[in-house]
């Protein structure tokens, strides 16, 4: 198992920047790949980033494309996800999540709230 947690998010204007952090411990050799999601009030959770951790390699929904970028820092365990011209859309709370490929996800974080102002 994968204990994951994430840190980083608040409440900003439209337009501001943010960046989540998500720090790995555990069986961290486990894991393949590392990914984003968020969930509106309301609304079923939805993916928005994903990153293989041995080659680095990325996807991002389209919502999200241009404007946020997901990392890994390998000697941290760690994963960002910085996120730019941030919209009110974006308001959710994002989960970080681990998993043995890109499709199945076992581990999650408890997540952190974002939250953008009009």
């Known amino acids: 198992q994968v204990q994951l947690v994430e840190s980083g998010g608040g409440l900003v204007q439209a337009g501001a920047s943010l960046r989540l952090s998500c720090a790995a411990s555990?069986?961290?050799?486990?894991?393949?790949?590392m990914a984003w999601f968020r969930q509106a009030p309301g609304k079923e959770r939805e993916f928005v980033a994903r990153?293989?951790?041995?080659?680095?390699?990325?996807y991002y929904t389209d919502s999200v494309k241009g404007r946020f970028t997901i990392s890994r820092d390998n000697a941290k365990n760690t994963v960002y996800l910085q996120m730019n011209s941030l919209k009110p859309e974006d308001t959710a709370v994002y989960y970080c999540?681990?998993?043995?490929?890109?499709?199945?996800?076992?581990?999650w974080g408890q997540g952190t709230q974002v939250t953008v102002s009009s």
């Open positions: 990153i293989i951790w041995a080659n680095g390699s990325t």
């Open positions: 555990g069986r961290t050799f486990s894991r393949y790949a």
């Open positions: 999540a681990a998993g043995s490929n890109i499709r199945t996800y076992d581990d």
